[in-house]
């Protein structure tokens, strides 16, 4: 790497640099309000001014494409915008989190949307200062820091168990680093203007609205990582095709659909992983079902009515918030269950009524949960108590 590589990483360093500073010090000493309208664009307009005061980088993509690129941001930014609300048909239609006031809808714009904007200025000069060779590595970090830097780290902070994970990666987590592949792109091949454009398209009018639709977060996440995967194909495919970079049987030898594909089977993960289907995995946490069922298997799950279930079922029901995987011992005239962990002494004290039944345990895939329990950490619940 030479002098323009390590100045990039310099870049790269100081947001990083910020970001920590302003999640773990001044946010909580200063607010939230004035980190992120006096703050965070404060911190932005430094960094701006900075790469302003540097020689001119130009994007990699062909100049008299420019308002080609620019129309084509637009369009990619009205369709997402419009499939955004088309979802409130589905949904159903919410009140907006944004302030309504004049003033408050002008701090939006000024603090949110200059901090995009000057956010694609930064991500242009870094994209395309550094040699060609060096693009993607760059294009990864600046994808991966960016992504985090748009993100509420305090929420995942607050995740706890494998659902909400899962429900944080689907609602916010994919989608944004999916966006972010998207903006990166705009900038190598048009510049900074039209991915601010993009962002500006795509934002101003959910501040701005005085309803939003109630999307669900499995809704968020189909919209958030679909939308992305596809914009970034058409572009291709038409930047390529009206700068005849390609010929039309290389261009038919692309397979967009695999691209499509791949981000389906990544929401049906999600999905599945979020229970959305009859069948979902859980991760076991405690030895209450040993030998059966050991610290760090994951069980898949049938959902199933009080009816379905027999003496002997290993069954999932719910107690307060949390998931208990215990097995049925009995079965009482009035339709509750006994359960105990095979691992227990005693029966479980509290009798499980059927409105409490998750489903039954249809299979158990060893070992493959171990990441879950790092994760949340081994002592976290009792052997005696619960499951999940």
């Not at 227990?344 to 070992?367: F, T």
Request: with cysteine.
């Amino acid at each position: 790497m030479g002098k323009r590589e390590y100045e990039a990483l310099i870049i790269i360093g100081v947001i990083i640099l910020s970001l920590v500073i302003g999640e773990m010090v001044l946010m909580p000493l200063l607010g939230s309000t004035v980190y992120q309208f006096i703050l965070k664009p404060a911190f932005w307009l430094l960094l701006s001014y900075y790469i302003w005061k540097k020689p001119r980088v130009r994007f990699k993509g062909k100049l008299k494409l420019f308002r080609f690129i620019m129309l084509w941001s637009a369009i990619c930014g009205i369709v997402y915008v419009s499939v955004y609300f088309a979802g409130g048909f589905i949904d159903g239609i919410g009140t907006s989190p944004y302030a309504r006031s004049i003033k408050g809808m002008l701090m939006n714009i000024l603090g949110f949307g200059s901090v995009l904007v000057m956010m694609e200025w930064v991500r242009n000069y870094i994209i395309n200062k550094v040699k060609k060779e060096y693009t993607i590595i760059f294009s990864v970090i600046v994808v991966t820091v960016f992504t985090l830097y748009k993100l509420n780290l305090r929420m995942l902070s607050a995740v706890e168990t494998w659902p909400q994970m899962v429900q944080y990666l689907g609602e916010y987590a994919i989608p944004e680093m999916m966006n972010n592949i998207l903006l990166t792109y705009l900038v190598y091949i048009g510049g900074a203007f039209p991915a601010a454009l993009y962002s500006a398209v795509t934002n101003i009018p959910i501040w701005l609205s005085p309803v939003l639709p109630g999307l669900t977060w499995i809704s968020k996440a189909f919209i958030g990582i679909m939308a992305p995967v596809i914009f970034l194909i058409v572009l291709r495919r038409v930047y390529k095709k009206e700068s005849r970079e390609v010929k039309l049987r290389e261009q038919k030898a692309e397979k967009p659909a695999v691209w499509i594909a791949s981000s389906l089977i990544s929401i049906m993960i999600i999905w599945f992983a979020a229970g959305v289907f009859p069948v979902f995995p859980t991760v076991i946490l405690t030895g209450s079902m040993k030998p059966a069922i050991d610290p760090g298997d994951v069980v898949i799950v049938r959902k199933a009515e009080a009816g379905d279930v027999k003496i002997g079922d290993i069954i999932q029901y719910w107690r307060g918030d949390i998931f208990i995987i215990h097995r049925v011992i009995d079965i009482k005239e009035t339709g509750e269950f006994q359960t105990k962990g095979d691992n227990n002494i005693s029966p479980d004290s509290s009798l499980v009524e059927p409105g409490q039944l998750m489903g039954k345990v249809i299979a158990v895939v060893p070992k493959v949960g171990h990441i879950s329990l790092w994760f949340r950490g081994y002592n976290l619940i009792s052997d005696e108590a619960l499951e999940f």
